[in-house]
């Protein structure tokens, strides 16, 4: 959320109330005088860009027209077709979908309406669930609205006031929202027109300036989120600063539904999510596990060229073990509850680290034996509120591709580098290209040494640097227990996930007393490196799905070719080239019902196979097939052998995207 000038006492750090004047800082180093208490919009309408700026910057906060200002600023205008510009049309939207409603049906009462990613929604205490068609009502009262042009006013109201608007309106909630506002906060009243709400701001000058909106979806919602509260019923909308791009991005969503791994895993049979099973608990469909197994493969070769050894351990561990590591007291809320065998208190893992650091401690260890690369693909129960499930990127059990790194101080500047390579070589096979990378440095609580910690972040920062990867440093924002690096990939539609985690812990080596002899045969403190690369194997599934909208490249695909006959003749050279292909180790399926070809094409379209190869008399007779790829044009008909050689790089996780 943007900070709000309105709100924000900051701003008026330098209250001149003795002077008249003010002096104004405009964008290009011009400088002006006004009177005290000038408002954002006649600077505005003094610099004559009136008619394209939506709000502006005052000293760096959002401020909208109406903002009085009272001391010497620096302002800058706010673009309506810029990324700021959406927060105030967004925001206005929701007065003018609330004003809609409430003319609509009365009844209905305003409870907040805030703007959120991509657009915004309004909470109403109403009777019923708004329907499809209550929407589209909704919507076309919203236009005569905009059409109007109302201008928008902001008035400063006591809290007695205030209350007193609202009691006398029936709003109930707007009046339990003012008797909750602190005693020293401003409170202000936009009213556009005859219609007005309780709000903060900023807005648009004008419901004129909404000239792109839809409304996308209704939902019940607790007032407040709290499930003892009331149901509220809410609307989601979008804006944009014009149709274009408002279209654009509904098409996006569009094709994002399309995508939606949900409909697609079940659609392609990879995997299910049952309530008799329980939420938030993944069951991988035969596909879906030859997709995982594909993936494992590949995780496995390269972990094995990189150094690393693989673990397993158990699902479960004594209690005294999460006392030791800190999370049962810490980490409990994400925790599942205990369980009791023989007098003993056993406790399902919410993370695999205490089992590799019990592993590192059966022995002594020497500086020369570090570092240690353990990694495992471990499987954690983590509680998740039921609201927050979904689908396979919000899940209760999960499989980690988990990694610990025990190394000296001296090499985590070599190792976060080793991890950076692993993790861009997986994520570029996989057909990601674009992150988003975020370094997070020391928090105002921390264990540690202060010098230990600069001396982690300068090895993180300088890993990145040397792979020349562009980051942003989130300052403060690492955990108690040292600074890490978060990777997000970003899928073919723009949209960002958080996936890679590379972790550095001054914490757990302490609590677990863990130690190495260095070479002055002394014991030292190891460091120790969390990181995983694909999170977890359901989410990255889930990510992928989404990417490829469920046509896999040929090495991934569950089945990579189908062979379909064309009449019954064919069915014995089809078994014979179905042979052939299973000697190869293709994931190879066939079609020899009696059903058109016609049909048989559509089908594996649907389901996405990458290749059909097609089955007559001419590749009878010629020991051929016909090959059809998925999305393009029949190829001529080859031999199986040179179909073989024309898919080699294909079938390579190596090689295929050279392909692309
Ligand atoms: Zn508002
Ligand atoms: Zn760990």
């Known amino acids: 959320m943007q900070e709000v000038a309105g709100s924000n006492p900051a701003v008026l750090t330098t209250k001149l109330n003795n002077m008249a004047e003010i002096n104004i800082q405009l964008p290009n180093g011009v400088n002006k005088s006004f009177p005290i208490g000038t408002t954002v919009g006649e600077v505005i309408e003094s610099i004559g860009v009136q008619s394209s700026a939506v709000g502006a910057k005052v000293n760096g906060n959002l401020a909208d027209f109406f903002f009085e200002i009272d001391c010497d600023s620096e302002i800058e205008p706010i673009k309506i077709n810029s990324e700021e510009g959406l927060y105030f049309i967004r925001h206005t939207a929701a007065h003018i979908m609330a004003e809609a409603v409430q003319s609509l049906y009365p009844e209905a009462k305003v409870t907040i309406g805030p703007v959120i990613d991509n657009g915004f929604y309004y909470d109403f205490e109403y009777s019923r669930g708004f329907t499809p068609e209550d929407l589209e009502k909704i919507e076309n009262k919203m236009k005569e609205i905009v059409n109007q042009k109302k201008p928008l006013t902001r008035k400063t109201v006591s809290r007695d006031d205030a209350i007193g ?11 339990e929202i003012v008797n909750d506002l602190p005693s020293d906060q401003q409170i202000t009243i936009y009213d556009q027109d005859g219609w007005y709400d309780l709000c903060r701001g900023p807005h648009a000058p004008s419901t004129g300036f909404v000239k792109a909106f839809k409304l996308l979806s209704s939902a019940g919602a607790y007032w407040r989120g709290d499930e003892k509260n009331a149901m509220l019923q809410r609307i989601y909308g979008t804006a944009f600063w014009d149709r274009k791009e408002l279209k654009g991005y509904l098409n996006r ?29 993944v069951l991988w469909h035969p596909k879906g596990s030859r997709i995982r197994r594909v993936i494992e493969d590949f995780w496995r070769e390269q972990h094995d060229r990189y150094g690393y050894e693989l673990l397993y351990t158990p699902h479960i561990a004594n209690i005294d073990l999460w006392k030791t590591s800190g999370h049962l007291e810490f980490y409990s809320e994400n925790m599942y509850p205990r369980m009791e065998v023989d007098n003993t208190e056993y406790q399902i893992k919410p993370m695999n680290c205490p089992f590799h650091i019990m592993i590192y401690k059966t022995d002594i260890r020497s500086y020369r034996d570090l570092p240690l690369r353990w990694a495992e693909i471990g499987t954690v129960y983590r509680y998740e509120r039921s609201g927050v499930l979904h689908g396979l990127l919000r899940v209760r059990g999960f499989s980690q591709d988990d990694a610990h790194i025990f190394c000296r101080p001296d090499q985590i500047e070599e190792e976060v580098l080793g991890v950076l390579n692993l993790t861009i070589l997986f994520l570029k096979t996989f057909g990601f290209d674009d ?13 540690g040494e202060v010098e230990v910690w600069d001396r982690a972040t300068d090895a993180l920062r300088n890993a990145l640097d040397s792979k020349g990867l ?30 890679s985690t590379v972790q550095v812990d001054f914490n757990l080596p302490e609590r677990f007393d863990m130690s190495f002899i260095g070479d002055d045969n002394a014991r030292h403190q190891p460091i120790m490196i969390h990181r995983a690369i694909f999170g977890s194997m359901e989410r990255f599934f889930g990510v992928l799905i989404e990417h490829y909208g469920g046509a896999f490249p040929l090495w991934l695909s569950p089945v990579q070719v189908r062979i379909a006959t064309i009449a019954d003749e064919h069915l014995e050279y089809g078994e014979k080239v179905h042979q052939v292909l299973k000697e190869k180790n293709m994931r190879v399926e066939t079609d020899f019902r009696n059903e058109k070809l016609g049909f048989k094409v559509r089908e594996a379209q649907l389901e996405k196979i990458p290749y059909l190869l097609v089955i007559g008399n001419n590749e009878m007779e010629s020991g051929t097939v016909a090959p059809r790829k998925l999305g393009g044009k029949n190829l001529p008909s080859i031999t199986i052998e040179d179909f073989l050689n024309s898919i080699e790089s294909e079938l390579d996780p190596q090689t295929w995207r050279e392909v692309e």
């Open 253 to 281: 969503l569009e094709e994002a539904k399309k995508r939606d791994h949900r409909k697609v895993g079940k659609e392609l049979d990879l995997f299910s999510i049952q309530e008799e099973v329980g939420a938030g608990l």
């Open 470 to 499: 562009e980051y942003e440093v989130d300052e403060g924002g690492g955990a108690f227990y040292g600074p890490k690096i978060d990777l997000k990939i970003k899928d073919v539609l723009g949209r960002a996930w958080q996936c």
């Open 435 to 447: 992150y988003e990378i975020y370094l997070s440095t020391r928090p105002e609580k921390f264990v």
């Open 165 to 175: 608007i609202f009691n006398k309106d029936g709003e109930t909630y707007k009046v």
